[in-house]
């Protein structure tokens, strides 16, 4: 249980990760090639805006800030399965190769249908899940011993080595593709946010409105699992079946989040970890706390990369992986 010093702390922190998020929100909004004066942006959210004024904020800037902030919240809960399940504070989709995995499936789908498609964004999703899952299940296998289950550390040096295969085996289909086709999949390999209007936001909102909900249900049982394998059996938990299904669950949401805002990894590494050096360990607080610095990191990365080299910008997965593969090195030599 919580005491209400604890609780007190929890709501303080997610109080603050809120207001941060909406700065953030807010500083996102107003600045870009063109900017936008906390007046201009008032008069317009006030639906008093210019013809201009309403289509840079409605048109281009709202859909990709929502796009990236769900993108975030996804791959930072995401990895904080990851890293429950596994016991291993290294996890990380894009670290493990789940990533790769959805982007090699999305290079499939470029190959044999147009990035132009009618169900062009609500299909790569499904596409992108397919390879989440099928790599996560190869990883699992492969890093799975009889009488000892999974070695951490035997799951993140595979999880290394089959994304090393996969970006290779990427590398090689997509010398095959045409020039349109591989700008595209170049920027989205680079953690480009690409989605830019408010269809990307329909294809992606219903997995995380479905599949957030159903984690902080199951923090319970993410505790549990935390926990020695013969205590959560103890505890009344069906643990090979509950680590299936968060297993599915986080696949599919950094899956569904990557293939409209980019290979990005990192997030799903970095926010778990300053929400439990936050709030402590328990799922019920760090959750929450954990998928909005996911939309911060992501969106402040975003808003980095847009700023320092107008008009084209940096992609956000450059600028997250220029912060986070310090960060995952100082973990590897700590742990």
Do not use: C
Request: proline fraction near 4%.
């Amino acid at each position: 249980m919580i005491n209400a010093d604890q609780l007190k702390k929890v709501r303080l922190t997610m109080i603050s990760a809120l207001v941060l998020l909406l700065a953030m929100f807010v500083i996102s909004v107003a600045t870009g090639y063109v900017s936008l004066s906390p007046a201009q942006l008032g008069r317009t959210i006030l639906g008093q805006g210019t013809g201009k004024e309403n289509l840079i904020l409605y048109g281009f800037r709202l859909p990709r800030i929502i796009i990236t902030i769900l993108a975030g919240m996804g791959l930072a809960v995401s990895g904080s399965i990851l890293q429950s399940i596994t016991k291993n504070p290294l996890s990380d989709p894009g670290v493990l190769g789940i990533n790769a995995g959805a982007g090699l499936m999305v290079v499939f789908y470029v190959m044999l249908f147009t990035a132009e498609s009618t169900n062009f964004l609500y299909v790569l999703p499904l596409f992108a899940l397919m390879g989440g899952i099928l790599t996560a299940a190869f990883i699992y296998i492969m890093a799975y011993k009889k009488g000892e289950g999974v070695d951490p550390t035997r799951l993140v040096l595979i999880g290394v080595g089959i994304a090393a295969a996969m970006n290779g085996a990427i590398l090689t289909l997509t010398s095959r593709l045409e020039r349109e086709e591989y700008d595209f999949f170049a920027n989205w390999m680079a953690g480009r946010i690409w989605g830019n209007d408010w269809t990307f936001v329909l294809a992606l909102l219903p997995w995380i409105l479905l599949l957030l909900p159903i984690v902080l249900a199951k923090s319970n049982v993410l505790n549990a699992l935390n926990l020695h394998e013969n205590v959560s059996v103890g505890l009344g938990v069906h643990v090979e079946r509950e680590r299936r299904i968060l297993i599915f669950i986080a696949v599919a949401l950094s899956s569904a989040s990557v293939s409209v805002s980019g290979g990005i990894a990192f997030v799903g590494l970095m926010a778990p970890h300053i929400a439990r050096a936050l709030v402590g360990p328990r799922h019920q607080a760090f959750l929450p706390i954990a998928a909005m610095l996911g939309a911060i990191l992501l969106l402040a990365a975003d808003t980095i990369g847009r700023v320092i080299l107008d008009p084209s910008g940096i992609p956000a997965g450059i600028v997250v992986t220029i912060i986070g593969a310090p960060y995952f090195l100082y973990l590897m030599a700590k742990k």
